[in-house]
């Protein structure tokens, strides 16, 4: 798949930020190329976050990185 704005992906995130959760959604606003993009975080709090540049990655396996993005799991 190729990311274009307006799609949803997840992002690792600080569980304390997000009600326990490690992974929020987030939605693409900006692309820079098929791995980079910009996001808004959909935290399930009232802060807000956006994260600029950030690179995807298969899994989040043990990546303490912040600045990563993968496709939701298909269900």
Do not use: Q
Not at 6 to 25: E, Q, S
Not at 29 to 38: F, G, H, L, S, Y
Not at 49 to 58: G, K, L, M, N, P
């Amino acid at each position: 798949m190729k990311p274009s704005v307006g799609r949803v992906v997840h992002v690792p995130t600080d569980p304390a930020k997000n009600n326990g959760a490690d992974i929020a959604p987030a939605v693409i606003t900006r692309v820079w190329n098929d791995d980079c993009v910009n996001v808004r975080v959909l935290l399930d709090s009232d802060a807000v976050e956006w994260r600029t540049s950030v690179t995807y990655a298969d899994a989040f396996d043990d990546d303490t990185n912040r600045h990563r993005w993968t496709w939701p799991p298909r269900v």
